[in-house]
DNA sequence: ATATATTATCGTAATATTGCAATATTAAAT
DNA sequence: ATTTAATATTGCAATATTACGATAATATAT
């Protein structure tokens, strides 16, 4: 075996999990935190921003791009895409609502 | 290759996606929320509650308490423990703060 | 239409993660 | 001291992730 059992959990956890998986590298956290800063819209300046290899970067960017944080054109030359707001609030919800719950009496 | 090149990230992104690969499954989602959740401390009722063999579970229980939010007595019989509530309110500013800088002006 | 620049995909190697059976360790009770 | 109950560790198989070279696809400019 060794495969994730995902159908024994909720569907609240498993997406909660699956985002936090995306943010499970540092190159992510890395070019999320670039593209969310920069004014506009980003135009290839990411390889030599991150320092890792462009086949690299891409694969990356393809992780963020599943869980709906981008949005624009990906495509071609001078590719223009910036942070979907909208998933990024929620996202941000879904992490607040999860550490928000926690009871203070312990040992 | 095929190994995280985490030398060329800064501290801050390096620690954020480490505890972002905790909570990148599903099981410890449902451990953490389970735990956080009780009025005191916790003993022996995960296994049943998650649904997954001891082994895993204990492993589990392992890659939580390594970035430190876990506290109390682990091992032999009986174990108890609980949240470290101060570790957790500053994994949620960590998140917090990195979903807090986004610029609206985009494509 | 061709050349050029930019991003995507494929293939592959190295490493990490997930899960559990078997076994070991630990601590309390008898 | 033995037994018993609970957790940890070991070993291993299946799968997933990370990275990049080579190559393909895409789009703009000439």
């Known amino acids: 075996m060794?495969?994730?059992k995902t159908?024994?959990?909720s569907l609240q956890h498993?997406?909660?999990a699956q985002v936090a998986k995306v943010?499970?590298?540092p190159a992510r956290i890395a070019i999320l935190e670039y593209i969310s800063k920069q004014e506009g819209c980003i135009c290839n300046?990411?390889?030599d921003e991150i320092g890792l290899a462009q086949p690299t970067i891409s694969?990356?960017?393809n992780e963020i791009k599943k869980i709906g944080l981008l949005k624009g054109t990906y495509e071609g030359k001078n590719l223009c895409y910036c942070i979907n707001q909208e998933r990024w609030l929620e996202l941000q919800r879904a992490f607040?609502?999860?550490f928000s719950?926690?009871?203070l009496n312990c040992c």
Do not use: K, Y
Request: no cysteine.
């Open 7 to 9: 159908h024994i959990f």
């Open 101 to 103: 719950n926690i009871n």
């Open 23 to 25: 943010m499970a590298h």
């Open 14 to 16: 498993n997406e909660l």
């Open 59 to 61: 694969q990356h960017l």
């Open 2 to 4: 060794g495969v994730s």
């Open 96 to 98: 607040q609502s999860f």
């Open 45 to 47: 300046d990411l390889v």
